[in-house]
T-cell receptor, first 115, second 115 residues
Framework: AQTVTQSQPEMSVQEAETVTLSCTYDTSESDYYLFWYKQPPSRQMILVIR??????QNATENRFSVNFQKAAKSFSLKISDSQLGDAAMYFC????????????FGSGTKLNVKP | DGGITQSPKYLFRKEGQNVTLSCEQNLNHDAMYWYRQDPGQGLRLIYYSQIVNDFQKGDIAEGYSVSREKKESFPLTVTSAQKNPTAFYLC??????????????FGEGSRLTVL
């Protein structure tokens, strides 16, 4: 069974600094998707970044980037130049492939941003 | 604008009552989902549906029921058999097939409190 593990329940970062959130997953598949979602206090789930497993290049979206290590089954999220608005819960998620409709979520990491 | 609409945002229920949460999407997505989120925890899948008139149980389906009579709509009924229904409920949808970019699109959620 696929599992997603986020080993850091809570992290803190100083404004303007960089922070990395960890995620590992377990799968025997070669083709799959990985995601990071942000859930601010409003509780709306917002997609931060996606990675397709067949792509070797790490995905980036402005200040957000990932370190995707397929062999190690690791998918960490790096937030550069942290802003107060980045404070939220962050969830890592896995989807087997576009014809498979179950998503697996980690337990989340609460990110605090200090001014 | 396309999106997912959940209603009501807040709902109070007396013990022993059934309650139905609405989820409507105009994204033309085939797959729809219901997740439950408890305080400080991740998302747990209740039910999902890949096509009209078909749905599958997720990890915590007991005490819940769904229907999928229209592509756009996937209501969730929380029955009196659900022993601890107070939670935040998220509806989501996704594209199925090669056109998919993989991710889930979420509604804003419904907060159910049992008095």
């Amino acid at each position: 069974a696929q599992t997603v593990t986020q080993s850091q329940p809570e992290m803190s970062v100083q404004e303007a600094e960089t922070v990395t959130l960890s995620c590992t997953y377990d799968t025997s598949e070669s083709d799959y998707y990985l995601f990071w979602y942000k859930q601010p206090p409003s509780r709306q789930m917002i997609l931060v970044i996606r990675q397709e497993a067949y792509k070797q290049q790490n995905a980036t979206e402005n200040r957000f980037s990932v370190n995707f290590q397929k062999a190690a089954k690791s998918f960490s999220l790096k937030i550069s130049d942290s802003q107060l608005g980045d404070a939220a819960m962050y969830f890592c998620a896995y989807r087997r492939g576009y014809n498979f409709n179950k998503f697996y979520f980690g337990s989340g990491t609460k990110l605090n941003v200090k001014p | 604008d396309g999106g997912i609409t959940q209603s009501p945002k807040y709902l109070f229920r007396k013990e022993g009552q059934n309650v139905t949460l609405s989820c409507e999407q105009n994204l033309n997505h085939d797959a729809m989902y219901w997740y439950r989120q408890d305080p400080g925890q991740g998302l747990r899948l209740i039910y999902y549906s890949q096509i009209v008139n078909d749905f599958q149980k997720g990890d915590i389906a007991e005490g819940y029921s769904v229907s999928r009579e229209k592509k756009e709509s996937f209501p969730l009924t929380v029955t009196s058999a659900q022993k601890n229904p107070t939670a935040f409920y998220l509806c989501a949808s996704s594209i199925v097939g090669q056109a998919s970019t993989g991710e889930l699109f979420f509604g804003e959620g419904s907060r159910l409190t049992v008095l």
